[in-house]
């Protein structure tokens, strides 16, 4: 089956700053990749996604890129905010199977 | 839209008890996922149905677990008897069927504690 895995675990980041977040795939045939943001007791949220026909996804701070030759996706976050700490969660899906990455645990600081 | 409801929000026990959480997913959403996540981890998936036929339970410990989505709407899952390392955010999601690719949403989540 996939194996979807997220690096790195924890990153700190000076609010401001950018975060960038990777992930890599095993299965060639997945084809949609989301991204979620999960805050603490809460539930994940999409934040953001990608499909395989397309290689770049912006949504004002947060962007997706993707490469399919190296199986890796990763997400980027500009001018980042106190509030933009939380886990955040890479997936890759094939069909309606979705398989998740560890998490990265994201802290800016003010 | 309303999204993924799922009850109840916590819940403690001790081990070797039952319990039962309950799903409802969003309207139309025919793909329905339970998943397990414990603290620190990514969600992993424990079942899937496909309206009310299983796709995916490799990974549900069917000694101890057991799932059902009866009319391809609501859905259970139920733990008997449970153990320490059971304690985890019980996390149901839903899914639209239909198309290449299909986004995901999930529920707030069950916390169960078991003492």
């Known amino acids: 089956g996939e194996n979807v895995e997220q690096h790195p675990s924890t990153l700190s980041v000076q609010e401001g700053d950018s975060a960038v977040i990777k992930c890599t795939y095993s299965?060639?045939?997945?084809?949609?990749f989301p991204w979620y943001k999960q805050e603490l007791g809460k539930r994940p949220q999409l934040i953001i996604d990608i499909r395989s026909n397309v290689g770049e996804k912006k949504d004002q701070r947060i962007a997706v890129t993707l490469n399919k030759t190296a199986k890796h996706f990763s997400l980027h976050i500009t001018e980042t905010q106190p509030e933009d700490s939380a886990v955040y969660f890479c997936?890759?899906?094939?069909?309606?199977?979705?398989?998740f990455g560890t998490g990265t645990s994201l802290t800016v600081i003010p | 839209e309303a999204g993924v409801a799922q009850s109840p929000r916590y819940k403690i026990i001790e081990k070797r008890q039952s319990v039962a959480f309950w799903c409802n997913p969003i309207?139309?959403?025919?793909?329905l996922y339970w998943y397990q996540q414990i603290l620190g981890q990514g969600p992993k998936l424990l079942i899937q149905f496909q309206n009310n036929g299983v796709v995916d339970d490799s990974q549900l410990p069917k000694d101890r677990f057991s799932a059902e989505r009866l009319k391809g709407v609501d859905s259970t899952l139920k733990i008997q008897p449970a153990k320490l390392e059971d304690s985890a955010v019980y996390l149901c999601a839903s899914s639209l069927w239909g198309g290449a690719t299909y986004e995901q949403y999930f529920g707030p989540g069950t916390r169960l504690t078991v003492t």
């Open positions: 997936a890759a899906s094939i069909g309606n199977q979705f398989y």
């Open positions: 299965d060639s045939a997945s084809n949609y």
């Open positions: 309207s139309g959403h025919a793909t």
